[in-house]
């Protein structure tokens, strides 16, 4: 249930119809729009006498919320969230374009690609020092080492970082360096770690379960939000289907259809949506059209010797060329690729 404010209600409206709220044994969770403010009710308390709330002053209507989710849903919250992300800000007209190695492998590596991903135009960088890998046999990240070199790269260029965390008992250490708190596709539904993020009260990249519906993916934003943690950002990272020339099926419906549903931001992530490097532009270029906020792309430079993910790594140049594509597709679909930052400082 949603109770929707006159424009012009007053505070004292606001907090009586909150007040009623809570009596009747609910939580309350407020969207304050630039037109009205939204009040989502929460929980399950004795049965909400909607007639009554309808009938308070300053209320505009009362409305049941048809989807599971409440605070993901546009319905409680019509305007795009917005998410500051270093010097831009993610579900406004600029595009982030996070840009990286699957895995953080050396302090050299991960400074040399986060100085040529800041040059092609990238607005974050990523780099997984915590890898979640289908074999155990795999290589499983340098912890928290490749976190300080991931900082150190941050302090060289300006890029803020998207890293992922596996673990609940290890959210406060990555919230140290990290700027953005990865939720991997593997972890979508591990309830322990997303009440972890939402508590952190950090900024949350949340991906896609490979097997999971969009409505499985807007409750399990819907677990970070309900922590009052509204810096997520959900992303399409490909499905699993019968297909198997590719690594994944890239789901491109999903991107117009979270957008209608919620008011997160949606980052596509086409490398491992493909699996390929050759299709990574071309399926970057359909979903910036579909409508998504960003892009979030492995960028390794030399991609047959990176410890995971090279198959579907691109080189920087090819990165390079992508940006400039998105940043003339951008004029079509009215969004702007920031312009790079002024270099930091550089050894
Ligand atoms: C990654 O981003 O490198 C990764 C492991 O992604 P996913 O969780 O989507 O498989
Ligand atoms: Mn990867």
Redesign the pocket.
Same mark, same amino acid.
């Given at each position: 249930m949603i109770v929707i404010m006159n424009p012009n209600a007053s505070a004292r409206q606001i907090s009586d119809v909150i007040a009623r709220i809570r009596a009747m044994g609910y939580e309350v969770h407020i969207s304050e729009g630039e037109q009205q403010t939204i009040i989502g009710v929460i929980g399950r308390g004795r049965p909400l006498d909607r007639e009554q709330l309808s009938t308070m002053d300053g209320v505009h209507d009362v409305l049941a919320v048809t989807h599971p989710y409440k605070i993901a849903s546009r319905m409680y919250h019509p305007e795009n969230t917005q998410i500051p992300l270093g010097a831009m800000t993610v579900g406004s007209k600029e595009l982030a374009i996070i840009a990286g190695p699957?895995s953080v492998e050396g302090r050299e590596q991960i400074i040399e690609i986060a100085h040529a991903v800041r040059e092609a135009g990238a607005t974050a960088l990523r780099g $997984?020092a915590f *890898?979640?890998r289908t074999s155990p046999y795999s290589f499983q990240g340098m912890g928290e080492e490749g976190l300080r070199y991931l900082a150190e790269a941050r302090e060289q260029t300006g890029l803020p970082i998207v890293t992922?965390v596996m673990d609940p008992n290890l959210v406060p250490m990555v919230c140290e360096y990290a700027d953005v708190l990865?939720i $991997?596709? %593997?972890n979508m539904q591990n309830y322990t770690l997303l009440n972890a993020v939402g508590q952190s009260q950090h900024t949350v990249l949340l *991906?896609r379960g490979m097997s999971s519906t969009i409505e499985e993916l807007l409750m399990a934003a819907e677990y970070i939000l309900s922590h009052g943690n509204m810096r997520v950002m959900v992303c399409e %990272?490909g499905i699993r289907t019968y297909e198997t020339e590719t690594r994944n099926t890239f789901d491109i419906n999903a991107i117009p259809a979270i957008k209608s549903l919620s008011h997160l931001p949606v980052i596509a !992530?086409p490398s491992?949506g493909t699996g390929k490097w050759e299709y990574v532009e071309s399926v970057s270029m359909a979903a910036i059209a579909a409508g998504a906020d960003g892009l979030i792309l492995e960028v390794h430079q030399t991609p047959e010797t990176a410890s995971s !993910?090279g198959r579907q790594s691109l080189k920087p140049e090819r990165f390079a060329r992508l940006v400039s594509r998105i940043r003339k597709l951008g004029e079509v679909v009215d969004r702007v690729v920031p312009q790079p930052l002024p270099e930091m400082t550089r050894p």
């Open positions: 699957c $997984g *890898k979640p992922e990865q $991997g596709a %593997r *991906k %990272r !992530d491992h !993910d």
